[in-house]
């Protein structure tokens, strides 16, 4: 089973931007699609953004034109452009496949501060 660690989270203040990257194990050159989902304080998980293998994308509203989510397949990473940040996309950053299967990782800290 493919494992996953995602890193690149940081304190970043108000229109700010962070890059996030999910690297793989394994390959997920096979594995249709990924997602970036995310997690704040009293709130339940929610997708952020997903990539199918063939690079079509989706986006929650909350965070359309303002994140980008990539996938190198060759080097089994996928990627978050986060720009023009808010206090609101405070929360920890995960990526999973999508829909999400198998065991969570620990995720990345994304704290933006107005």
């Known amino acids: 089973q493919v494992q996953l660690v995602e890193s690149g989270g940081g304190l970043v203040q108000a229109g700010g931007s962070l890059r996030l990257s999910c690297a793989a194990s394994?390959?997920?050159?096979?594995?249709?699609?990924m997602g970036w989902y995310r997690q704040a304080p009293g709130k339940q998980r929610e997708l952020v953004a997903a990539?199918?293998?063939?690079?079509?994308?989706n986006y929650a509203d909350s965070v359309k034109g303002r994140f980008t989510i990539s996938r190198d397949d060759a080097e089994n990473t996928v990627y978050l452009q986060m720009n023009s940040l808010k206090p609101g996309d405070t929360a920890v950053y995960y990526c999973?496949?999508?829909?999400?299967?198998?065991?969570w990782g620990q995720g990345t800290q994304v704290t933006v501060s107005s």
């Open positions: 999973n496949t999508h829909p999400p299967f198998g065991p």
């Open positions: 990539i199918a293998r063939g690079s079509a994308t």
């Open positions: 394994g390959s997920i050159f096979n594995i249709n699609a």
